[in-house]
């Protein structure tokens, strides 16, 4: 198998299985501290477990080969996850996940202004209407769509671009342990925002313990190691895969349908996105 088609592998690989996560978030009924507290515990038992399968005996040595760069990738993850999770639960899904998959663009600002990587016209092009995708949802009032949770969305989106900026200027290491570290962030977020301390229904906590403690570990571990294989962009631009399929999960489960705002700003980030891709495809050789 190629580099690049490792890379893309690995990419749609991960995006399909940390999909459903929006639903579980939309259907659970708990107070998002509480929430955060779960998650965060799960997610230490699911990185600790995918590290000792991939290390085994050297999963020390594997932490601290991450190093500091390694803890700097779990902070972004928990940011990350803090900001998805908030805004999940403040504005529409559909609304959150489109927000969320311009990722691709703050990547290609990040690369530029960190690692000096040059913005094309066409890139400049992507980040312009893809920037008015996201306004015209953030003008849009009707259903769930709230300015705040399209704003934790936008930092969301921020903090994953950084984080893949991060794993492909440290392609040579493996920073992926570093991601367990993501797990204890999340539970000191969560004290801090006061989460409860009453059990979950078994229901919701099983489903709660699924993501964070099997699916999200595999596919963000998957995607974590893509940049090593594939641009950063590239890797982030499978998010718009995501932000096609949780809001059909929700649909699907939780019948919840989308602003027609909101569906005219998500076309004109998923066109522009889908085309830049394409493109970006068939320049890479």
């Known amino acids: 198998m190629s580099t ?4 893309l592998s690995l990419s749609f690989i991960g995006v399909v299985v940390i999909s459903p996560d929006a639903l579980v978030l939309r259907w659970v009924a708990m107070d998002h501290g509480t929430l955060l507290l779960w998650r965060g515990l799960f997610l230490i ?5 995918v590290i000792l399968y991939q290390y085994q005996l050297n999963s020390l040595k594997a932490l601290s080969r991450a190093g500091w760069f390694g803890v700097l990738s779990g902070f972004l993850f928990a940011i990350n996850t803090f900001c998805y999770t908030k805004s999940i639960q403040l504005t529409s899904v559909t609304a959150a996940m489109m ?3 311009t990722a691709p663009v703050f990547a290609a600002l990040i690369s530029w202004l960190l690692l000096k990587e040059r913005i094309n016209d066409l890139t400049a092009i992507v980040i312009i209407c893809t920037l ?5 949802i953030a003008a849009d009032s009707e259903g769930h769509n709230t300015i705040t949770g399209n704003l934790f969305a936008l930092v969301c989106a921020v903090s994953m671009a950084m984080n893949f900026v991060l794993a492909r200027f440290k392609s040579a290491r493996d920073l992926t342990p570093g991601l367990v570290f993501s797990g204890l962030f999340i539970v000191l977020l969560a004290v801090l925002e006061g989460a409860d301390n009453t059990m979950p229904e078994t229901l919701q906590l099983g489903a709660i313990a699924i993501i964070a403690m099997i699916a999200l570990p595999i596919g963000f571990t998957l995607l974590q190691i893509a940049p090593r294989f594939i641009s950063a962009t590239d890797v982030s631009l499978f998010l718009l895969l995501e932000a096609v399929l949780a809001p059909f999960w929700v649909w699907l489960v939780l019948s919840e349908i989308p602003s027609v705002t909101a ?6 980030i998923c066109l522009t996105l889908s085309f830049y891709g394409y493109l970006q495809y068939l320049k890479t050789p």
């Not at 038992?45 to 477990?49: E, I, K, M, T």
């Not at 569906?263 to 004109?268: A, D, F, R, T």
């Open 132 to 136: 008015v995708g996201i306004a015209i």
């Open 99 to 101: 927000i969320i998959s």
């Open 45 to 49: 038992a699911g990185f600790s477990a």
């Open 4 to 7: 690049k088609l490792t890379g």
């Open 263 to 268: 569906l005219i700003g998500s076309v004109v």
